[in-house]
């Protein structure tokens, strides 16, 4: 199986932590350069200082919620190394879980624009680029909104989640004649920060009580996932073993889905 993605381009937003960052060593590892972008100009330094600085990865500073900055993060990258072929639009956040009557506008809001028009930014100013040679994109969306909808109070969270799949594939289809995939993975519970910025409210008497014996996740006896184990399907939907596959969501969470679907 042809894994190498040798002399290739790769913008990884969120790539300074977690699943990203994860994604960015085994691309660096495969012999691609990665644009790592995220919010914070310290975090996003020091990661591509550690996969081998200017010559392997660049920082990009961009928040993906807002356009001209993901334009502007994508045309420092072309410039740099003078192409694009792959984009994993991982960056998203947890946003706020609470009831439905008491989950503000602006809560609501903020979860839509940063995980699924932050995604639609990052492809639509990376597609112009892509087109020249064909490629991969590759979405991170989740196992809540597509195959799971018992956790009760992540209704901006799963609405966002689903789009991106809905997302991916319209433009599957419309960017097949350009030589580019897009696909969308869907892990489920993984080892990453995102967790400790979830700020759930008053979900204590919303939904239904349930208890999964011996844990969450069936396949590694409860426990959660890695972000590595993410990163390997990335890698692969990057490369050109994945070379058919395109407009499919693949689920990543141990079973974890089916037991709580």
Known sequence: MDLTLQDRVALITGGSSGIG???ARLFVEQGARV???GRTEEEVRRAAEALGGEGRAIP???DVAYGQQVEQA?????RRWDRLDIVFANAGVNGVWAPIDELQPEEWEHTLRVNLTGTFFTIKYAVPYMKR??????VTSSVNGTRMFSNSGASAY???K?????LTKMLALELAEFGIRVNVICPGA???EIEENTQKRDLEHTGWAAHYPEGKVPLTGGGPGKAEDVARLALFLASDASSLISGTEIWIDGTESLLQG
């Open 21 to 23: 960052l994860a994604a």
């Open 162 to 166: 689903a789009g991106q799949v809905a």
């Open 190 to 192: 993984i080892e990453t």
């Open 60 to 62: 990009l500073v961009a």
């Open 35 to 37: 644009g790592v972008l």
């Open 74 to 78: 994508v045309e420092t990258m072309v």
């Open 133 to 138: 040679r064909g490629g991969s994109v590759i």
């Open 158 to 160: 799963a609405t966002s």
